[in-house]
């Protein structure tokens, strides 16, 4: 209690409960801002309090007894204490309590709890709307709504409820939205006015974040200039249209405006708690060690020069080439380390630096086992020696699912507890191809309980971010904000959607995968290399294409070693045993959902709607596996009944799409999808806006129909 600071007033809250009036007060440091918002959570939540007894709610910050992030909460006669490490752990305890609260535990029940955190770093990857890494109506459509400081205070908001301790903002090249350089103005492609708007929003943003103990960090892709800058200095004329695997122009004067506007950037926003680096984009042409130096003389030093501390995510390069997109090495692995090393040994460096690397590439939602990062294999030279002033963090990108609803826990838990190692820092979850912001799916939106497109998803945000927290955690506090939210009828929801949710993973480990467009799960769509399109996965390509998971066989190899009389080692997981797995758990995630009402609750019904397409959609899988293991004994036997085999399954696989069609026609609007941006290998004004639904792809699932019925 010694450290109970002295600036405490008492703040009195008139609460009236069944006739009487029943005061709660506060006792917490007022000159706190992340304290002040934590009470006004808690105080909004104590509205729906049934309690008659009065207490006096007191945060305590106790530094040496408690982790940063750890937290208790404690009750007794009429006295509530939630006690932690800092101010943001109390955030965490008093939203906790706001919880129970709200899930129907009164205060007098509030029961004592410890919590602490199990890994540190836990990061939203919000890629902004605003000069886009691809080039998509997918993207832009979020332009008014991520202009709107109300949405950003609902998403910071469900940040912190997830614990949640980081936003990373991404674009091409930020700078210019945040600040007006004081000796490059001509770079600004804005009057004053819009200037003074563009700072209005970024400041607000950073402020609300602070409030909610959210470190923000501003990540650009290099190396990019505004057109007006390349224009007026004849430099990198030959992308004004921000295209992303380009030659690095890295002319002195890119260098000096580069290094002035992060020195600007960080001085104007001191609430802006970091850079990051991404080597890549921008930089093609040029070594490893050519990428490293023009980030230290650029950003780095603009750090440098910032004359404040700062901290840093380094986001190890994934080309040992002198292309965008080359492959790994051990000397760029050695080159990169020794890079962080000497970042994280700058007097204006706050340790640990966060060295990023993306898990399974673009498609972390596949298999808990680390396959590739992004350029192919990870060796261990990260991790030997032990780091000990950095720490990996893994970018757990979805690509694959933005409209149906998906939530698998154990799935999440193992994700998190088999790559938590000692020298992993956390996980940074987002999506490139996809923003949170409009929900731009929905057809009917009258009457429903959400705004924004991430309060759909909410069940993927709370599982990452409370299980990122604590993957111990067990189930209970999902299952009871389905009760939360749908009474009696929710609680056959949570099993439901884990099992319909296992489809997404299934496809992503069957199918192999590598960078955004070459897979979009819930749409069976992927880049087909030989016409440079994203479309439906037909049969002939799934029968030819390899696994991600090394576990599960392929349906050419498995039907070559059974005509070869060959067994199959234990843990493989065959064609046939996948596609039983789909139909045991869709199966029963359908039985479940089968009696809910959903007549008189819409928002209810979008979530059973969901979990009945991705159930489908597995069932659609299984029987294109079987229909395809079919068709390719057929090829190597000749045997007749293998062909009709093959067409019975791929029938029964249409009929399924049929039935995901009339699930979401009704409820999904054409969804324009940044997949498709590239059609053809180009980017034009038709790929720009076009859209997805499953019923656009019908003619293909009737395709593989055809191709069985038609092989001689």
């Known amino acids: ?102 899930n129907g535990t009164t205060l007098k029940n509030i029961q004592p ?37 109300a949405y950003w205070k609902a998403f910071l908001d469900m940040m912190a409820e997830n614990r949640f301790n980081a936003l990373t903002l991404w674009n091409l090249h930020p700078y210019t939205f945040l600040i007006k350089p004081k000796n490059f103005p001509e770079a600004s492609p804005w009057n004053d006015d819009e200037m003074k708007t563009w700072q209005t929003l970024f400041h607000a943003i950073m402020r609300m974040a602070n409030e909610r103990a959210i470190e923000t960090y501003i990540i650009p892709f290099n190396i990019f200039v505004t057109p007006e800058f390349a224009k007026a200095h004849n430099v990198a004329m030959d992308n004004l249209q921000h295209d992303y695997f380009v030659r690095g122009d890295t002319s002195a004067i890119i260098k000096q405006y580069t290094r002035e506007c992060v020195t600007q950037m960080l001085e104007e926003y001191p609430e802006l708690t970091g850079m990051g680096l991404t080597l890549g984009e921008g930089m093609a042409g040029m070594t490893p060690q050519e990428r490293e130096d023009w980030m230290k003389e650029t950003i780095i030093e603009g750090m440098r020069l910032a004359n404040r501390k700062s901290k840093l995510i380094h986001r190890i390069p994934f080309s040992s080439t002198t292309g965008s997109l080359g492959i790994t090495s051990i000397e760029t692995e050695k080159l990169t380390r020794h890079a962080i090393e000497q970042e994280a040994a700058m007097s204006f460096m706050e340790t640990p630096v966060w060295a990023d690397l993306k898990f399974n590439w673009s498609h972390a939602h596949s298999t808990t086992k680390l396959i590739k990062v992004h350029g192919g294999k990870l060796y261990d030279t990260y991790f030997k020696p032990e780091p000990e002033v950095y720490k990996i963090t893994w970018t757990a990108r979805n690509e694959d699912f933005f409209c149906l609803r998906w939530g698998v826990p154990s799935f999440v838990r193992e994700h998190i507890l088999n790559n938590s190692q000692s020298w992993c820092g956390g996980y940074t979850v987002g999506s490139e191809t996809y923003i949170p912001a409009k929900d731009y799916f929905t057809k009917d939106k009258n009457d429903l309980p959400w705004q924004y497109a991430f309060e759909r998803q909410w069940l993927f945000y709370k599982l990452w971010g409370r299980l990122l927290y604590n993957p111990l955690q067990n189930d209970a506090i999902f299952n009871a904000e389905f009760i939360r939210r749908y009474g009696a009828q929710g609680k056959q929801l949570p099993e439901a959607s884990s099992l319909a949710g296992s489809t997404a993973l299934r496809i992503a480990s069957d199918f192999d995968c590598g960078w955004d467009f070459t897979l979009y ?168 806006y076009k859209t997805f639904h499953w019923e656009k792809l019908r003619p293909d699932v009737l395709k593989d129909v055809q191709i069985a019925a038609q092989i001689h």
């Not at 890994?119 to 919000?126: H, Q, S, T, V």
């Not at 069932?619 to 036997?637: C, D, P, S």
């Open 1 to 102: 209690m010694s450290e109970l600071k002295k600036s405490i007033v008492f703040i009195t809250a008139l609460l009236l409960i069944a006739g009487n009036c029943s005061a709660q007060s506060f006792q917490y440091d007022t000159t706190s801002a992340q304290q002040r918002y934590a009470v006004m959570r808690l105080s909004e939540a104590l509205k729906q309090d049934k309690s008659a007894t009065a207490y006096t709610i007191r945060l305590i910050t106790e530094s040496s007894a408690y982790a940063f992030e750890s937290f208790s909460v404690n009750r007794n006669s009429h006295t509530i204490n939630i006690t932690g490490g800092s101010n943001r752990a109390l955030i965490y305890g008093c939203l906790s309590v706001a919880e129970d609260l709200r």
């Open 113 to 149: 709890k410890n919590e602490k955190a199990f890994l540190p770093f836990r990061a939203i990857k919000y890629d902004l709307p605003w000069d886009t890494y691809r080039h998509s109506y997918a993207l832009s459509l979020h332009d008014t709504t991520c202009r709107d400081t």
């Open 521 to 688: 799960a819930e749409g069976m769509m992927a880049l087909d290399t030989a016409t440079k399109n994203v479309s439906y996965i037909s049969v002939e390509r799934l029968i030819n294409q390899l696994p991600l998971d090394t576990d599960y066989v392929s349906i050419k190899d498995y039907v070559q070693q059974v005509q070869a009389g060959q067994g199959f080692d234990k843990e493989k997981t065959t064609p046939l045993q996948l596609a039983a797995m789909l139909e045991k758990d869709c199966n029963k995630a359908l039985l479940l959902v089968q009696n809910i009402n959903t007549k008189n609750n819409k928002a209810l019904m979008y979530e059973v709607a969901d979990i009945k397409t991705w159930s489908y959609l597995g069932l659609h899988f299984a029987e294109k596996i079987k229909g395809g293991v079919a068709l390719q004994t057929y090829r190597m036997n000749g045997d007749e009944k293998y062909k009709q085999e093959a067409v019975m399954h791929l029938q029964k696989a249409l009929e399924h799409w049929d039935t995901i069609i009339r699930i979401t026609r009704p409820l999904y609007r054409d969804m324009p999808l940044v997949h498709l941006s590239q059609q053809g290998g180009e980017e034009n004004r038709d790929n720009f």
